[in-house]
């Protein structure tokens, strides 16, 4: 399986991982690391960033670990842009995943304030992962203002349902120069092989793992699926046919 | 446009009939669709469902976990001040009622900080009586100020407030706004407020609107359980968050269960709930809604709050005390409710962990609005 590379990090895991909905930060640590997952996304809301203690984040320090902070919660580019300043200065990262959701209902993406946050935040000299619909054009133009991955939905946050937007992932898929993560709505190990055998460079896995009764051993399923899918998608799999091959093409009477 | 000219629309007598009137298919329907609207929602709160109540908590308990994990925010009340213009047949701060008054000072309402912090809080409710010469716009801008470098997430139980004062508190960093309608039958409503601005029915009902209107990140809705049907009472507390939602859709909504007891010489109530009712009122706003935040306070038993956390309910209190400084100085001459549950945060936040649940205490963030 090839690595992953994403600004100046290299992955040898394409499972990227949430903090969020764990029964106790002890059964997150232990799930992340049976993940084996190297890039972990934690909301802003839920740490104390001036608690150089705060619990979730102790359970986080194990080296295996690079700190993706998310701006869940904002709802505008203006917030954003504050909330990745004060992680990256409390956090010392330059990474943010960008989620604006003015939504609470869905936490739909904001398409607008989300470009217009990459755009600023890019300038400052961030690696910008957006969290976004899946929207080919979109894609392409956070991708022209400088955003290092996209990270589309696969369907609602939370929803567990799975990958319901394909045909629009296999364009930006199709299309990108950046890697896609393929983010929210994958509920089963099957799931995310599934956006990794379509192409997709990793996913991001949180409800799934969190809200399972043994997060611990799914951590290690959605590791095995995601290494599964990617090899699949490197091996490059046989089409899917609809028919048989013709035992007597047409064109033979050309030969 | 308002919910004023919504709720117009709607027939209390034919509403409690279709509640009163469904069936174990209308029950049945509710559970099995995948998107259940208010009907739905009359058939759940009904007595036919309650055959299903052990099927409605799985349901409640899985769409509950799915949205917000095994967590489970904290909050505490903040009582600022008992002193209130109004008569509530039903109230402990009633102005007929012969208690101390009391309006914190910058000192005494630091004195309070000073305990809550000890504790862990993070979240706080400021919630007072109604006083609007003493305890106005003005007071209420000084607290969230005095609060807001020690606290992620402030919200407010006061007076319904015009839309510009929202504004104004917002800009300081209010966060959230709890106006409950206490009931919605406009009748029955005159008989409890009878004095005060208060009484004015159609004022308070206009109040999500105004808070809608002032952008406000998250607006609690809620009956007072006791005063009318609680199923009639609920479906328009529903009806309500369902207007809301889909017209102010930047906000985020909660629901409490303020629930009346029988006491002697106290308010006749109309209706007396039951521990199991009130366990499928939850469920069903679970069904319902999966996103919106279900809260409890501390007026609940310590056995009902402790089995609740697995059914539905997202957002509770502790340790509360309900007599303004009853945190650094308690005087249960001052307070507004006798409160049920009486373990200290630490305890309480035990018994979560040991259900399998992550209490959290900060789940905001002050830069964020």
Known sequence: MSDLKIGDKVFTSRLFTGTGKFKSNEMMEAALLASGSQLVTMALKRVDLNDSEDDLLQHLKPTNFSWLPNTSGVRTAKEAVFAAELAREALQTNWIKLEIHPDPKYLMPDPIETLLATEELVKKGFIVLPYIHADPVLAKRLQDVGAQAVMPLGSPIGSNKGIKTEDFLRIIIEQATVPVIVDAGIGAPSHAAYAMELGADAVLVNTAIATAKDPVKIGLAFKMAVEAGRMAFEAKMGQQKDHAEASSPLTDFLN | ?369
Request: one cysteine or more.
């Open chain 2, 1 to 369: 446009m308002s919910f004023k000219s919504e709720i117009e629309k709607l027939n209390w007598d034919q509403i409690s009939k279709q509640i009163y009137a469904s069936t174990a298919a209308d029950v049945e329907h509710a559970l099995n669709t995948a998107k259940p609207d208010l009907n739905d929602f009359a058939a759940l709160i009904s007595p036919a469902a309650a055959p299903y109540l052990e099927r409605m908590a799985q349901k409640s308990h899985d769409l509950t976990v799915q949205r917000f994990g095994k967590t489970i925010q904290m909050y505490a009340p903040l009582y600022l001040s008992n002193e209130c213009q109004n008569i509530c047949t039903y109230c402990g701060f009633s102005l007929d009622v012969k208690i101390e008054r009391k309006t914190l000072s910058d000192e005494e309402i630091m004195a309070e900080v000073k305990v809550l912090k000890s504790y862990g809080y993070d979240h706080i409710l400021i919630v007072t009586g109604e006083a609007n010469k003493t305890v106005g716009i003005d007071y209420f801008k000084n607290a969230i100020q005095l609060l807001k470098p020690h606290f992620s997430h402030i919200a407010i139980e006061v007076q319904p407030l015009e839309q510009e004062e929202y504004e104004e508190l917002i800009g300081v960093g209010l966060n959230t706004v709890l106006v409950y309608q206490e009931t919605y039958n406009k009748e029955n409503y005159k008989k409890h407020h009878p004095k005060g601005k208060k009484s004015n029915f159609d004022y308070r009902l206009e109040t999500h609107d105004r808070m809608g209107k002032a952008g406000i990140y998250k607006m609690g809705v809620g009956v007072l359980i006791g005063l009318e049907d609680w199923r009639t009472d609920s479906f328009y507390a529903a009806a309500h968050l369902d207007y809301l939602e889909k017209k102010y859709w930047q906000s985020n909504y909660s629901i409490s269960f303020p629930r009346l007891r029988p006491c002697a010489g106290g308010v006749e109530l109309k209706s007396v709930m039951s521990d199991k009712e009130l366990v499928q009122l939850i469920c069903a706003y679970r069904i319902f809604n999966q996103e919106i935040e279900l809260s409890m306070s501390t007026r609940e038993s310590e056995v009902f709050r402790n089995n609740v956390i697995k059914l539905g309910i997202t957002s509770i209190s502790a340790d509360s005390k309900t007599d303004p400084g009853g945190y650094a100085n308690p005087n249960v001459n001052l307070e507004q409710f006798e409160i049920h549950d009486k373990r200290t945060t630490s305890q309480f936040i035990q018994s979560i962990i040991d259900q399998g649940y992550e209490p959290v205490f900060k789940g905001w963030d002050k830069v964020l609005q």
